[in-house]
């Protein structure tokens, strides 16, 4: 595959990658990035619904592409043009203090919103009104380590694509289909058609978590709504679902935090959905 030549900082390509840390040249060029070894091992095995590759290009120093051979060996096989980099190109283009070496520039993967609900999921995150993009990326990550089926981002959510998004979700990004900009009302209906339960996570919520699961409820198909980190979600939105969740405090804690509240969410139906094991012989 032959050794790719050091690029310059002042290549084209590498402005081009710079300008993906804007959200609209990342809308107009529907291209975004994705940092570390994860997330660039991750893109480089991803492929859409297309069937083509989603790893477009991979920026990497020398000590990387070395220490991440096989990475980079995944990213020829995926036809991505490889460029090594110095250490001030990869700092130019990357969006945290200690780049870890390795950037790939990859195409939007996002799914439609009709395609998810043709596929019958029976495990659904959607963020509401999620502003921070941290935790976007945390709870899509919580979202894949519970065996979800999908993510839903409202129209009134953060960008996928935020490089703060792309880098909590730890490579997640690149396991579940995701659709973005849909409005609430439309999640919520299209969910429900397809006969998916809606909760509303809410720590106000008059319905507890643990007296669902005593109850045995939750074993359906199941779509969690979460909302803003700051104030929760709305009044409007908590009236379109089937029941509105509260995560138990059993401690002194004033409350959970967004993605932690999700994951514990997320993970209780995952337990309710699984077939229970026989007792041993």
Not at 18 to 31: D, H, Q
Not at 101 to 118: H, K, M, T, W
Request: charged share 20%.
């Amino acid at each position: 595959m032959g050794t790719p030549e050091l690029i310059s900082p002042r290549s084209p390509r590498v402005a081009a990658a710079r300008r993906l840390a804007r959200r609209n040249f990342r809308g107009k060029e529907r291209r975004f990035i994705a940092e570390g070894p994860q997330a660039v091992r991750e893109a480089a095995a991803h492929r859409g619904g297309d069937g083509e590759p989603t790893l477009i290009e991979l920026f990497a120093t020398p000590e990387a592409a070395e220490r991440y051979a096989d990475i980079i060996g995944a990213a020829h096989t995926a036809g991505a043009r490889v460029h090594l980099a110095g250490a001030d190109v990869l700092a130019d283009v990357s969006q945290t203090v200690t780049p870890q070496g390795l950037i790939g520039v990859c195409r939007f993967l996002d799914s439609p919103f009709p395609e998810i609900l043709a596929a019958k999921p029976t495990l659904v995150a959607v963020l509401a009104n999620v502003r921070d993009p941290g935790n976007a990326g945390t709870v899509l990550r919580c979202a894949d380590a519970a065996g979800a089926d999908a993510v839903v981002l409202t129209d009134a959510s953060v960008d996928l694509y935020n490089p703060k998004s792309v880098r909590a979700s730890v490579g997640s990004l690149f396991h579940l289909p995701v659709a973005v900009g849909v409005p609430v009302e439309q999640a919520v209906q299209g969910l429900r058609d397809a006969g998916v339960r809606i909760l509303a996570a809410d720590g106000a919520g008059a319905d507890d978590l643990d007296d669902e699961l005593d109850a045995g409820t939750m074993g359906g198909p199941t779509a969690w709504v979460f909302g803003n980190e700051a104030w929760g979600l709305p009044e409007e939105t908590r009236a379109l679902a089937d029941a509105v969740v509260r995560v138990p405090i059993h401690g002194k804690a004033e409350s959970l935090n967004l993605a932690t509240a999700a994951a514990v969410c997320l993970y209780a139906s995952a337990r309710a959905q699984r077939p229970r094991r026989a007792p041993d012989a």
